[in-house]
């Protein structure tokens, strides 16, 4: 299967991110061998930094360095795909500044739960940063579900148990980008949970 064929956004709507940026990953994955989805910001402003560009793009060196920091010997995506490890962003287009306005991240989540739902063994949900948390509580508010993921700092929530839909829902930090290489206190958390959910599905 491949998302791209299932998920997509005709209309566009969203002001404040970089619509020749949109992507929705195309990547051929077995939809049943899947127990960890993990959901970073938003699209690279450059195409060729995408997960699945190959070619050592960005989000792949960061993320291969993640997975390596939390114990899991891979070398490359295919590698964490091959674990049952699927990744995606929440917005699918690039940013055009700092931030993600709220309007999109809600309008960019109906394309999430869409993929989502192509995932029926998922166990564990890696939420990489804030988009990504407000993303997932999106989709439940829009059902009548309620947050999945409280309000406050992730360093205070982390640790926490939340469940979205009989799925372990994670709260963490972005690990694709060049933030993760600044970031040292972040990054040791990121590896934790990412072993948390290795270990859930172990």
Do not use: M, W
């Given at each position: 299967m491949r998302v791209n064929e299932h998920v997509g956004c005709s209309?566009?709507?969203?002001?404040?991110?970089?619509?020749?940026?949109?992507?929705?990953?195309?990547?051929?994955?077995k939809p049943e061998s899947v127990s960890i989805l993990l959901i970073s910001e938003?699209?690279?402003?450059?195409?060729?930094?995408?997960?699945?560009?190959?070619?050592?793009?960005l989000f792949e060196q960061t993320t291969v360095l993640a997975f390596n920091d939390a114990g899991a010997k891979v070398a490359s995506i295919q590698d964490i795909l091959a674990m049952g490890a699927y990744l995606t962003t929440a917005v699918k287009c690039g940013k055009t500044g700092c931030g993600i306005e709220t309007s999109t991240i809600k309008e960019c989540s109906r394309l999430l739960e869409k993929e989502l739902a192509l995932f029926p063994n998922v166990q564990v949900l890696l939420l990489m940063g804030d988009v990504s948390i407000k993303a997932l509580n999106e989709i439940?508010?829009?059902?009548?579900?309620?947050?999945?993921?409280?309000?406050?700092?992730?360093?205070?929530i982390r640790d926490g148990q939340y469940h979205f839909r009989g799925r372990r829902a994670l709260p963490s930090y972005l690990q694709a980008g060049p933030s993760f290489f600044i970031e040292k206190s972040k990054r040791k958390m990121i590896a934790e949970d990412i072993a948390t959910a290795l270990r859930l599905i172990a």
């Open positions: 209309d566009f709507p969203c002001l404040d991110v970089k619509h020749e940026s949109y992507f929705i990953p195309s990547v051929e994955v938003a699209a690279p402003a450059n195409l060729s930094d995408h997960y699945y560009a190959g070619g050592q793009s439940a508010r829009r059902a009548g579900e309620g947050r999945v993921i409280p309000a406050g700092s992730t360093y205070k």
